[in-house]
């Protein structure tokens, strides 16, 4: 049957331009989601990505930046971070919490070092719940993480397996956390109404939107090579990343798609782990809960993939075809993400 139905569709036109050599889908040249990196994302406290067609969300730019690199420990060459998505965590500020010197007030032999200690010092989480809870310690935090930002872009030099564990390491501790647990009722479900919810904030995001800043830019530099970065940002790690999709903030959702989108194009290696890790996410989304706040975001990095896809179509992506894509039409919210979902359709239909 479903042979019969694929041997219907009109044939598409090659895209072997957008290709990758496996067919997988890389980085399509118009998506949105591969748009330049502005300079005032921060200041405009959004994220620096963009969406796909299907998107109404607001968006800005982001696009190539440099990096850094420290001397690298032989000791830590070639081991596995698979435990730096699960041991990462927050470490409550407990001592004395002091402000490093600037960049530019040491010399260029110790500012290596200096990076090095910086990320250490914003390994430490704050309290966001109280406003008024360590306010002269969340500010260092908060100069330290913009500094940091402002070094990546500026330092050419390559990253080393330290300073690439150290990064993955700093972003860990601050992104990765665990959400309460939604109310996953039906019923409830019937009722919600987008337009009438007021957007989450989280309070964090002072703090939050400054990492994800630095983590997009680490990974879109030329000078992270992704044959050394893939042994930190990881499966694990990845996979950390996909949780954070359910979030309610919106802001975060954006940065996580961009980011995503990212890493997919950068690390092709990592390419079939997560179109799996997606469609896992959609199967629980589809089949148990009904609930979650990513599946617009997950469509929409989806769609440019799709865009890339090689002819003639793999037999794994016409599965992804049947078994997730044409049933996201069955939850009751699918109003949420309806546009997107039709934007993949679509795709295929094309091909």
């Given at each position: 049957m479903i042979k019969q139905i694929f041997g219907k569709l009109p044939r598409k036109p090659s895209k072997s331009s957008h290709n990758d050599s496996n067919g997988d889908g890389g980085v399509h040249d118009n998506s949105s989601l591969n748009s330049a990196l502005g300079p005032n994302s921060l200041n405009n406290s959004k994220?620096?990505?963009a969406s796909s067609k299907p998107s109404n969300s607001s968006r800005s730019n982001n696009g190539p930046l440099n990096s850094h690199s420290s001397t690298s420990n032989k000791s830590n060459?070639?081991?596995?971070?698979?435990?730096?998505?699960?041991?990462?965590?927050?470490?409550?500020a407990s001592?004395?919490?002091?402000?490093?010197?600037?960049f530019r007030d040491v010399p260029s032999s110790e500012k290596q070092n200096l990076f090095l200690k910086k990320l250490s010092l914003c390994y430490v989480v704050f309290d966001f719940s109280d406003p008024s809870k360590n306010?002269?310690?969340k500010e260092i935090k908060r100069q330290t993480l913009l500094e940091l930002v402002d070094y990546i872009s500026s330092v050419s030099s390559k990253f080393n397996e330290?300073?690439?564990?150290?990064?993955?390491?700093?972003v860990a501790a601050n992104l990765f956390r665990t959400f309460p647990s939604p109310n996953h009722d039906s019923k409830i479900l019937e009722m919600y109404d987008m337009e009438d919810e007021e957007p989450a904030m989280d309070p964090a995001w002072p703090h939050l939107q400054i990492v994800y800043e630095l983590l997009l830019r680490f990974?879109?530099?030329?000078?992270?090579?992704?044959k050394l970065a893939k042994r930190y940002v990881d499966h694990p790690f990845v996979l950390k990343l996909l949780d954070l999709f359910d979030s309610d903030d919106q802001r975060e959702r954006e940065y996580l798609k961009t980011i995503l989108h990212r890493i997919y194009g950068k690390f092709m290696v990592h390419r079939p782990f997560i179109?799996?890790?997606?469609?896992?996410?959609?199967?629980?989304?589809i089949f148990e809960t009904e609930k979650h706040n990513g599946i617009a975001e997950l469509l929409e990095i989806l769609g440019s993939i799709i865009n890339g896809f090689a002819l003639p179509l793999k037999e794994e992506h016409k599965l992804f075809l049947v078994r997730a894509l044409i049933p996201l039409h069955k939850p009751k919210c699918v109003s949420m993400?309806?546009?997107?979902?039709?934007?993949?359709?679509t795709q295929f239909v094309e091909y």
């Open positions: 994220p620096g990505s060459h070639g081991k596995k971070t698979a435990s730096l998505a699960s041991q990462a965590g927050p470490i409550s001592g004395v919490y002091e402000a490093l010197p600037s306010l002269r310690e330290v300073a690439m564990q150290e990064v993955t390491r700093m990974v879109v530099s030329p000078e992270t090579d992704a179109r799996k890790a997606i469609n896992n996410i959609f199967y629980r989304f993400y309806h546009q997107q979902l039709s934007y993949c359709i």
